[in-house]
């Protein structure tokens, strides 16, 4: 078992930035790719980005490309999700997921851990 807890949501002005933060706890956290997901108001969860168990490699949206950085610190049990010129599309309860592969790791049937998420609102 893997248990997450993110952290860092809250409510940010269009343009601004927030750092969210999971926390993991459990089985060997250095061995799963990990990710973030987030569901907005009557919407699908999606995939946001995903970064390798070494941090190597790294995937995101279109949506959030050249805004928000995914990052780990296996030390630390603890992956981050940088977010830069937020809009208030990126609304949502955020996620942070805990996979085996990160081949699979866009796909929200496909992820292993859940955590129970953080809300980020964006004001405009």
């Known amino acids: 078992q893997v248990q997450l807890v993110e952290s860092g949501g809250g409510l940010v002005q269009a343009g601004g930035s927030l750092r969210l933060s999971c926390a993991a706890s459990?089985?060997?956290?250095?061995?799963?790719?990990m990710g973030w997901f987030r569901q907005a108001p009557g919407k699908e969860r999606e995939f946001v980005a995903a970064?390798?168990?070494?941090?190597?490699?790294?995937y995101y949206a279109d949506s959030v490309k050249g805004r928000f950085t995914i990052s780990r610190d296996n030390a630390k049990n603890t992956v981050y999700l940088q977010m830069n010129s937020l809009k208030p599309e990126d609304t949502a309860v955020y996620y942070c997921?805990?996979?085996?592969?990160?081949?699979?790791?866009?796909?929200?049937?496909?992820?292993?851990?859940w955590g129970k998420g953080t809300l980020v609102t964006v004001s405009s």
């Open positions: 997921a805990a996979d085996s592969t990160i081949a699979t790791m866009r796909i929200v049937r496909s992820v292993d851990y």
């Open positions: 970064i390798s168990w070494s941090g190597g490699t790294t």
């Open positions: 459990g089985r060997t956290f250095s061995s799963y790719a």
